[in-house]
């Protein structure tokens, strides 16, 4: 009889000490932290809010790659690693639907946040490093809501020729003003400060130079904040930059086209970048 009982008191304090020792497995595992993959978007006390990888590694943004395809290889992805990652964001605050890839011309896969293929820099040696923003200035830390970006490429006309940054023709690379999605950005020759001299009060001929509809927020390094600033054009918000109104050229369709600067001709709608000089009072 004392054999029966002593088995089964065994048995039920083997089973409750098992219950205890999975209901402290269950406890540990619901208590440690979701693991992060995708992009995600930190806080910096110099940038503000900036892209980086699933470990908090900085991405970047390359000028040069104005068609949202990379052209750096070689000796350039050396300094600057390519990243990818094919996983969806689990940071609640980053817009999947910005998020991307390209093939490269070495059929890796690369990431792209708004069109813009995203990069690692050498110099960062640790997580939260940010040493590559504004390298030959053409290389900017990623950030999820810049207003504006500046790209580095061959400005083409409408008429198919090639022009050079002073807009005479030519074949230079030419540093001009995008918005966030690389779309190249204007201004009108006959503007004046704060001044927008082009659209009709009914926005009749918005749709051959769209007004750039923006109210204001971060900038690459390269433009200091107090060149933007922003006007109301018959209820709508336009952006401006050094006094300039900014517009869109309607027949530019495709990410980094520069169809604007030969219309009507070269200097009636130049593009803008940090060379611009303010524009005069009215």
Not at 65 to 88: H, R
Not at 129 to 136: A, F, L, M, Q, R
Not at 214 to 231: E, R
Request: proline residues 5%; glycine residues 10%.
């Amino acid at each position: 009889m004392k054999r029966n009982t002593t088995k089964r008191l065994l048995c039920v304090s083997l089973l409750a000490l098992a219950t205890l020792i999975s209901s402290c497995s269950d406890t540990d595992e619901s208590t440690q932290p979701d693991q992060k993959t995708g992009i995600q978007i930190k806080t910096d006390s110099k940038f503000g809010r900036i892209l980086t990888d699933s470990k908090g590694n900085t991405l970047y943004f390359f000028s040069n790659d104005t068609k949202g395809e990379s052209t750096c290889s070689g000796a350039c992805e050396i300094n600057w690693p390519i990243f990818y990652d094919g996983d969806i964001s689990t940071d609640a605050s980053v817009d999947n639907a910005f998020v991307g890839e390209t093939v490269r011309a070495d059929g890796k896969k690369q990431t792209t946040y708004k069109g813009w293929p995203l990069y690692y820099f050498s110099g960062d040696q640790t997580a939260g490093t940010i040493n590559g923003d504004g390298v030959n200035k053409i290389w900017y830390v990623a950030k999820p809501d810049y207003i504006v970006m500046l790209a580095h490429g061959q400005l083409i006309g409408a008429d198919g020729k090639s022009y050079k940054a002073d807009l005479t023709e030519g074949v230079e690379n030419t540093f001009y003003m995008t918005d966030d999605l690389g779309r190249t950005l204007y201004a009108f020759a006959p503007d004046r400060s704060n001044t927008n001299t082009y659209t009709k009060p009914d926005f009749s001929n918005d749709a051959v130079w769209p007004i750039y509809q923006q109210l204001g927020g971060p900038v690459p390094t390269i433009f200091p904040a107090d060149d933007m600033g922003s006007i109301q054009v018959y209820g709508k918000t336009q952006l401006v930059y050094r006094g300039w109104p900014l517009y869109y050229f309607g027949q530019d369709q495709q990410r980094g086209d520069t169809k604007g600067v030969s219309v009507p001709r070269p200097g009636v709608w130049p593009i803008v970048n940090q060379e611009t000089i303010t524009a005069l009072q009215p």
